[in-house]
Each structure stands twice: as C-alpha cells, then as structure tokens.
C-alpha cells in the first residue's frame, strides 16, 4: 500500500508541476518536462523495432562513469574498426538509442529469412 500511496504522490507532484509551466510558461515548456521525467523514471530497459531498426530506452549500465549527457556511436561487431549502427544518447540515469538491427547490406537475406521463417510458422500452426 506504502508503494501505490508513494507513486500517487510523485505522479501528482508531476502533473501539479507540469500544469504550473503549462499555465506560467508555455506548452512546450511542460511537455517537454513530462517527457524528460518521464524517460529518466524508466527502471527497465523498452525497445520498439520498426523495420531495420531498432529504438530503446534503458537504464545505464552501473559500471558506466557517471554522465550527466554524453552522445556515442552505437556499432555493429567488436573493435575500433566495427560499422556505425547507430546513435546513443545519455541522459543522467538511462540511454535513449536508435540503431540498426542489421547492416543495410543484409537487410534484403534479412527480411527474406523472416519472411520463410513466418510463412514456415504459419503453416505448422493451420
């Protein structure tokens, strides 16, 4: 009961907080203020694919040196000499990355494996 009561209060001191930069400020003001508390509230990691990509949030690792914000290069493989896959974002306590799943030369073997793959499943399931 302790855990809902605590997690009522700071939703209610984030929206009070939100409503006063929206009546004070401006919209943008207080929407970005959601979203930025919002993202560094996140306590695991949440990923979307869309397409050949991929977008995700997820805590910092705790071995990582403290940031307040940094930008890296996601990449594909081990080394100095790996691809670009992607942009990483810290802020404080999470990383906001978007990057590729697999190297734009094979997306096209990709996609036709998970076509088989689908047409495979869907056949053992009728």
């Not at 949440?46 to 990582?64: E, I, K, M, N, S």
């Not at 404080?92 to 590729?100: E, I, L, T, Y």
Request: net charge positive.
């Amino acid at each position: 009961m302790a855990k809902i009561a605590r997690a009522a209060g700071e939703w209610t001191v984030l929206v009070l907080a939100a409503c006063l930069l929206w009546r004070y400020v401006s919209v943008t003001t207080a929407a970005t203020y959601l979203a930025l508390q919002l993202l560094l509230s996140v306590r695991r990691a949440h990923f979307v694919d869309v397409g050949r990509f991929t977008v995700g949030v997820w805590p910092v690792t705790p071995t990582a040196p403290a940031l307040l914000f940094g930008i890296a290069f996601a990449t594909h493989g081990e080394g100095w000499n790996a691809k670009k896959a992607g942009l990483e974002v810290v802020l404080g306590r999470v990383v906001v990355g978007a990057f590729s799943l697999v190297p734009r030369s094979e997306w096209a073997a990709y996609q036709r494996s998970q076509a088989l793959f689908a047409a495979q499943q869907k056949k053992r399931h009728s």
